[in-house]
């Protein structure tokens, strides 16, 4: 009764494989009243001493706690797979959404410096564009989940005048320090070649943040911003920045 109608045949032809020096490992699916369980079944070869196939072992080992957490193991990730498929889903579609009064906000600021603006709007708009482009790029990068999922966010190698890119950003934090008693100096090695290739929009992602960090916990004094040559070679070009600030700081257990 072990061996189900439908597995008999099997079952003899695994049998007979083994009389002819085969090893057979098969797995069974037994149903005893209302109850399944699972087995692991061996066929192994027995030899005589002239290495002649003399018999055959039959062994029967009950895998059934092993099938379980494997069916289940299947399930979760079954679910996680398809909560990720939802969540892509959910991405995919909101994206032009979000893109769309995004790029809104960078073409009509462009018109606005292109229309004559005041002396003193320039600088405005010009911040007013540099953060909406900046955010535009976080935001793809947050939708483009299958890069982020596998750590694969590339860095782009495109020309940039960081002189301009330092400017920007200390304009941006000069204007948003104006609630607090604070001097936002910057410091710049004017040795720098004007033109450099990298990545200007995760460099000012990782600037403004650590800028920020230093602004949101300096209550009064000063928060600088240095950027210093440190070695130019004929195909690279080693700059160094830090950020430095008179507020509380980072205890040294953290």
């Given at each position: ?149 596998s750590g694969n966010i590339e860095f782009e ?13 200390s304009n941006l934090h000069s204007n948003l ?78």
């Amino acid at each position: 009764n072990f061996i189900p109608k439908q597995d008999k045949n099997k079952f003899i032809l695994n049998f007979y494989k083994t009389t002819l020096g085969q090893n057979i490992k098969a797995e069974r699916r037994v149903k005893f009243q209302n109850n399944v369980q699972w087995f692991e079944i061996y066929f192994n070869p027995t030899y005589n001493e002239n290495n002649i196939i003399n018999g055959v072992i039959f062994s029967i080992i009950e895998i059934t706690d092993h099938k379980k957490s494997e069916f289940n193991i299947k399930q979760e990730r079954q679910k996680a797979e398809a909560a990720n498929a939802h969540k892509s889903y959910f991405l995919s579609n909101i994206s032009q959404e979000i893109r769309t009064p995004m790029n809104s906000i960078i073409g009509m600021t462009g018109m606005l410096l292109e229309n004559n603006p005041k002396k003193d709007q320039i600088e405005n708009l010009k911040i007013l564009k540099y953060s909406a482009q900046n955010l535009l790029v976080i935001i793809n990068d947050i939708l483009d989940f299958n890069r982020i999922d596998s750590g694969n966010i590339e860095f782009e190698k495109v020309e940039f005048n960081l002189k301009y890119l330092i400017d920007t950003i200390s304009n941006l934090h000069s204007n948003l320090i104006y609630e607090k008693p604070i001097n936002f100096v910057t410091k710049y090695d004017e040795r720098i070649p004007t033109i450099l290739i990298g990545d200007s929009v995760r460099l000012s992602q990782i600037l403004t943040n650590l800028i920020n960090n230093a602004i949101k916990f300096t209550n009064d004094g000063t928060v600088s911003l240095d950027i210093q040559l440190e070695e130019l070679a004929t195909n690279y070009t080693d700059v160094g920045f830090a950020v430095t600030d008179t507020g509380i700081g980072i205890s040294e257990d953290n």
